[in-house]
């Protein structure tokens, strides 16, 4: 196998750009698990985030150091499935929702339909999933992020 060769000065935004192309492309993430079928498993499933809210630098830093633990199991040669999940906690949506609509809890089911305020409760609560995506991606998070668990799902 060659490694290129890179000059001084690096350019690590691109180096940083074509390692996660060079995953993506070859199923990095997708290989270490599945190269481990049979092996002896270490199963991660990400405490959630909530998908309401924009993510921030406290939530790299949690994610730098489980991603430590799934690695490091990986190179002890477990299979380690990583689910990726959304925490779809009730209240704070639905205050939002509410906020957002100008209703009070008396007013589901007369101004608004119980089923709407489910979708838009359902809606809000994935407000920012694109930007947690993109985080994770960004960041060489290794999480299953096509078939995460999702809390208001049963």
């Known amino acids: 196998m060659t490694y290129p060769e890179y000059k001084q000065p690096l350019d690590y935004a691109q180096l940083a750009t074509d390692v996660r192309a060079s995953w993506e492309a070859n199923g990095i993430f ?10 002896p498993t270490f199963v991660f499933y990400e405490g959630p985030p909530s998908a309401n809210g924009q993510p921030g630098i406290h939530h ?10 799934c690695r490091y199991q990986t190179q002890l040669g477990k299979q380690v ?23 009070t809890k008396e007013d ?9 305020y489910n979708q ?35």
């Open 30 to 39: 997708e290989k270490s698990v599945s190269s481990r079928e049979g092996q």
């Open 81 to 103: 499935p990583r689910k990726g999940g959304w925490d779809t906690h009730g209240l704070p949506i639905e205050l939002q929702v509410e906020k957002e609509l100008g209703i």
């Open 108 to 116: 589901i089911g007369h101004k608004i339909s119980v089923e709407d």
């Open 120 to 154: 838009r409760c359902r809606e809000t609560v994935m407000r920012f999933k694109a930007q947690w995506d993109e985080l994770t991606q960004q960041m060489g998070y290794w999480v299953d992020l096509d078939d995460p668990y999702i809390t208001f799902e049963p």
């Open 60 to 69: 790299v830093m949690a994610r730098a150091v489980k991603d430590i633990f």
